[in-house]
């Protein structure tokens, strides 16, 4: 299974501020996909980022709230921006596992905004 | 659409207690289906999988049969462990790269 390297693991931010996220994987992969765990509740799927085109956005979020960086097949950032209290989750990178049919995601990074 | 429909926890066990977390779908044609895990202060672990009708996933103790004519995945393990607190999550495949995951499940298991 690819192995994702996530950070920060966490990080308690000021509202207005921003927090650039970033993921590493292990292995070239064609589709890297960003998740939001919102207190209490199940993972939400944010935008999927491929490298070279512009990420695709799920209904509810937009690019000017949640930019996605894909420089290359290992590596992508996603920056929460200009930051309030609702923002404050878990988000989480994952890939497809062509191993197991199943994703792998990294650790999370727990995000409090104050 | 496509969904999952998973027990409402928090569930509490003592050691050594049998599991079982319902989880039902709804989906059209064959979803393949998942358990994953995420234990405290974690991201996920694909726990088990089963891509077909009758598949059984089974991993460190724990199975789950993909039951086509009850539409059902539940997680089950015969004998709990301290070490398997966590929340466990139901999700399904359909195509694509889209996960639809369920609302998740507290475990704790007291010794």
């Known amino acids: 299974s690819a192995v994702i390297s996530q950070k920060p693991s966490r990080d308690i931010c000021q509202r207005g501020t921003s927090l650039t996220i970033q993921c590493q994987v292990d292995s070239q992969v064609t589709m890297m996909f960003w998740y939001r765990q919102q207190p209490g509740q199940s993972l939400t799927l944010i935008a999927t980022?491929?490298?070279?085109?512009?990420?695709?956005?799920e209904s509810g979020f937009v690019i000017d709230k949640f930019p996605i960086s894909r420089p290359n097949l290992t590596f992508s950032t996603l920056t929460v921006s200009n930051m309030s209290p609702e923002d404050s989750s878990i988000y989480l990178c994952s890939v497809e596992d062509r191993t197991d049919y199943g994703y792998t995601f990294g650790s999370g990074t727990r995000l409090t905004v104050v | 659409g496509n969904s999952v429909t998973q027990m409402e926890g928090p569930v509490t066990l003592s050691e050594e207690a049998f599991l079982t977390i319902n989880c039902t779908y709804t989906a059209t044609g064959y979803p393949s289906l998942f358990w994953y895990v995420q234990y405290p202060g974690e991201g996920l672990q694909l726990l088990l999988k089963?891509?077909?009708?009758?598949d059984k996933g089974s991993n460190k103790g724990f199975e789950a049969t993909y039951r086509k004519e009850t539409t059902s995945f539940h997680l089950e393990k015969g004998s709990v462990q301290v070490s398997d607190s966590a929340v466990y999550f139901c999700a399904l495949r359909k195509g694509g790269n889209q996960f639809y995951f369920g609302t998740g499940t507290s475990l704790t298991v007291i010794p």
């Open positions: 980022a491929n490298q070279g085109s512009e990420a695709t956005y």
């Open positions: 089963a891509t077909k009708a009758d």
